[in-house]
C-alpha cells in the first residue's frame, strides 16, 4: 500500500519517491452522472437521468508501466482519465498518484501529471508555438528553452518550422493533434494520460507517436495510461491491458493473459486475437456455442446482443 | 525556493498576458468592430448634450460644456467597465469557446495566478480602449478640460478596476456553472451596472428601490468622483473624492476575495458535476 506523505508546497521542488512503486493507485473509485429533473413548468415530464460513468473501480498502475484501457465509446475510459487529471471529483473511492490523492492534494497532483485529450484543444487562432510557449510557461518553463525543445519535439513528429508560425486552425487534425501531442511531452510529466491521442493520425505519425510514447517512458522514466480504440496500438505498446465496459473493469492482464482467458473461456483450439479479446470482454452477453449456434456465427451473436442492449439502454 | 515559485507564479502570469495579446492580435478585425462600435456609442450619446438646447426648447443659456462632460465622463467609464468587465469574464467565455477550459484548469498554477494574469491584461485592454475613444469625442467636440485634476481622476478608475475585477470575477463563475447560458447571464450582470451606477444620469432620479443598488455599485463612486476630479478639479485629499475613495477601497476589499473564494467553490461544484468537460 501506498505511504501518505507530506505536502510540498508551491514555494518546494516536488520529487517523486524513487521507493515508491505504484504510480497510480484507484479504490473503489464510482462516477455518477446525474441530469435533473425539469423544475420549470413548462419543462416537466423530463425525467432525472443517471449515469453511472465510472462503477467501482480499483487499479493499480505501478511506476515506468505503459497500461493501457480499452472500452467502447462511453464506456466510462474518458471519465476514469478525467478524475485522474483532477478535472472530476469521484463521488466515491479514492486515487492517489505517486501516494497524493487527486483530490486532497490536486495542486501537487497537477505538478505531476498532464494528458491529451481526443480533441487538440487549442487557441486555434494562435500558432502552434505561441500555444505551446502559452502552455510551457504554465507549467515553469523559460521561454528560450521551450523554443528549443518545441521545435525539436515537432521537428521530430513531422512538422516543419515554417507551420510553427502559421494559425493552428489551418492546419489539419491529424497536424493539430500532433501539436497536442507536444504539448504534454514538453513538460516530461511523470505521468501522462493520453486519451485517445493517435486517433485521426495517419499510420507515419502513429508510429511517430508511439516511439514518443515508449520514449518518455525510457528517458524520463514517465508511467503512462493509455486509452485507444486501435487495437494493434494497444497491444504494441502496452505492458498490461485493462477492458472497461459500462464503467466496470471486466478484464486485467497482459495481452498474452488476456489471450489465454478468452482461449479458456471459448474453447479455441487456436491463439485469439486482439479483437476477439475486446469484443469478448466487452459483449453484452457472455456468447456460448448455442448462442453461436442460434444466430449462425460468433459475430452475429454479438451483434444481436448488442442491439438488446441499446434497446434496453 | 520561495524565490522559484515566485518566478513560477510570474511566469504564469506573464502567459495569460502574453496570451490574451496574441489573441488580440489574431481577432484584430473584431478588435476594430468593437472599437468603432464604442465610438458611436459614446459620440452618439454625447451629441445628445450638444444638442441639449434644441431638444428641451430651453429659453436660458444652457451650460453645454457640464453636461458633455458629465456625458463623456459617462461614456468613458461604461466604455472602460465594459472592456474589463468582459477581459475578466473572458477568464471562462473564452476557454469554453475554445475547448481549452481543461487544459487551464488542469495546469499546475493557482486559480489566483490565473486570474490575476487574466486581469491585468482586461485592465490594460481597457485603458487602451477607452484612451482611443477620448482621443476621438475630444476631436468632434470643444470640451473646456482646463480644471480637470488628472492625478485624482486616475486614481479613482485605477482604484475602482480593482472592484470591477472583483464584479468581473464574481461574474465569470456564471459560464463556468451554466455552459451554454452563462456567458449571456454575466452581460445581465453588465446591463445591472450600467442601469444603476449613474453612467448617464445622477443616481437620485432612480426610483426608490433601485438607489440601495447603486450604493453597491463600484461604478457609482468611479463616476462621482471621475466628475469631481474632472469638472471641479478636486485633488486627491479633497473630501468630495475621499467621499468616493473609501467605498471604492470597501468594495475592492470585499469584492475580490468574496469572488476568489465563490470561484472556487463554483469551481469545486464544476469538478462535482463534470461541467468544466462540455465546450460552449
Not at chain 1, 467501482?56 to 511506476?63: E, F, G
Not at chain 2, 450638444?50 to 451650460?63: L, M, P, R, S, Y
Not at chain 2, 480644471?147 to 478608475?157: D, E, G, M, Q, V
Not at chain 2, 447571464?185 to 432612480?206: C, T, W
Request: with cysteine.
Amino acid at each position: 500500500m501506498a505511504v501518505e506523505r507530506p505536502l510540498p508546497t508551491i514555494a518546494t521542488p516536488l520529487v517523486v519517491d524513487q521507493q515508491e512503486q505504484d504510480a497510480v493507485v484507484v479504490e473503489e473509485v464510482t462516477k455518477v452522472f446525474k441530469q435533473s429533473g425539469a423544475w420549470l413548468p413548462w419543462r416537466r415530464g423530463r425525467k432525472e437521468r443517471v449515469v453511472r460513468a465510472v462503477d467501482r473501480v480499483s487499479l493499480r498502475v505501478k511506476r515506468r508501466e505503459i497500461i493501457g484501457v480499452l472500452g467502447s465509446n462511453g464506456s466510462g475510459k474518458s471519465t476514469l482519465i478525467r478524475i485522474l487529471s483532477t478535472l472530476l471529483i469521484p463521488d466515491s473511492g479514492r486515487v492517489r498518484i505517486f501516494g497524493y490523492d487527486v483530490v486532497r492534494d490536486e495542486a501537487v497532483v497537477r505538478r505531476l501529471i498532464n494528458r491529451v485529450s481526443v480533441e487538440a484543444s487549442f487557441f486555434k487562432k494562435l500558432s502552434p508555438m505561441e500555444n505551446l510557449i502559452y502552455a510551457a510557461r504554465l507549467y515553469n518553463l523559460p521561454g528560450r528553452e521551450a523554443r528549443e525543445r518545441i521545435e525539436s519535439i515537432l521537428g521530430r513528429l513531422g512538422i516543419s518550422a515554417a507551420r510553427l508560425k502559421q494559425p493552428l486552425e489551418d492546419m489539419s487534425r491529424g497536424m493539430q493533434q500532433k501539436v497536442a501531442i507536444a504539448r504534454a511531452f514538453l513538460t516530461a510529466p511523470v505521468l501522462l494520460l493520453l486519451d485517445e491521442p493517435t486517433t485521426g493520425l495517419d499510420p507515419r505519425s502513429k508510429l511517430d507517436v508511439q516511439t514518443f510514447i515508449r520514449e518518455l517512458r525510457e528517458v524520463h522514466d514517465a508511467t503512462i495510461i493509455l486509452t485507444t480504440h486501435d487495437l494493434e496500438e494497444a497491444e504494441a505498446l502496452c505492458d498490461r491491458i485493462a477492458i472497461i465496459d459500462q464503467g466496470r473493469i471486466v478484464a486485467l492482464g497482459t495481452v498474452a493473459e488476456l489471450k489465454q482467458e478468452v482461449v479458456r473461456q471459448l474453447g479455441l483450439s487456436s491463439s485469439a486475437s486482439m479483437h476477439q479479446v475486446f469484443m469478448h470482454f466487452t459483449a453484452a452477453h457472455h456468447i456460448t456455442e448455442e448462442d453461436i449456434h442460434r444466430y449462425g456465427s460468433w459475430e452475429k451473436a454479438f451483434e444481436a446482443f448488442e442491439a438488446m442492449r441499446e434497446e434496453e439502454e | 525556493m520561495l524565490l522559484t515559485a515566485l518566478i513560477h507564479r510570474g511566469r504564469a502570469t506573464y502567459a495569460f498576458f502574453e496570451r490574451n495579446w496574441n489573441l488580440t492580435k489574431r481577432y484584430w478585425a473584431w478588435e476594430i468592430v468593437w472599437l468603432l462600435y464604442n465610438i458611436v456609442n459614446a459620440l452618439s450619446v454625447t451629441f445628445i448634450g450638444a444638442a441639449a438646447e434644441q431638444i428641451t426648447g430651453a429659453k436660458v443659456k444652457f451650460d453645454t460644456n457640464s453636461l458633455l462632460l458629465v456625458l463623456v465622463i459617462g461614456t468613458s467609464v461604461w466604455s472602460y467597465l465594459s472592456v474589463t468587465f468582459d477581459g475578466v469574464t473572458d477568464i471562462i467565455n473564452m476557454e469554453r469557446w475554445e475547448g481549452t477550459i481543461e487544459y487551464t484548469f488542469m495546469a499546475p498554477i493557482s486559480r489566483f495566478t490565473h486570474m490575476v494574469g487574466s486581469c491585468l491584461y482586461a485592465v490594460a485592454h481597457g485603458l487602451l480602449f477607452t484612451f482611443i475613444q477620448l482621443l476621438v469625442i475630444a476631436a468632434f467636440f470643444h470640451i473646456d478640460l482646463s480644471h480637470a485634476n488628472y492625478l485624482s481622476a486616475i486614481f479613482l478608475l485605477m482604484l475602482g478596476s480593482i472592484s470591477f475585477i472583483g464584479f468581473g470575477i464574481g461574474a465569470a463563475i456564471l459560464p463556468l456553472l451554466y455552459t451554454e447560458k452563462g456567458m449571456q447571464m454575466s452581460f445581465i450582470v453588465k446591463a445591472v451596472l450600467l442601469l444603476v451606477s449613474g453612467v448617464y444620469y445622477p443616481i437620485s432620479v432612480l426610483p426608490g428601490w433601485m438607489q440601495p443598488l447603486a450604493h453597491i455599485s463600484p461604478a457609482t463612486y468611479v463616476l462621482e468622483g471621475l466628475r469631481e476630479a474632472v469638472m471641479q478639479g478636486r485633488p486627491l485629499w479633497s473630501p468630495e473624492i475621499w467621499s468616493c475613495t473609501w467605498p471604492l477601497i470597501l468594495t475592492g476589499l470585499i469584492s475580490v476575495p468574496a469572488s476568489v473564494y465563490a470561484f472556487s467553490l463554483a469551481e469545486r461544484y464544476a469538478k462535482r458535476a463534470g461541467k468544466l468537460k462540455r465546450n460552449g
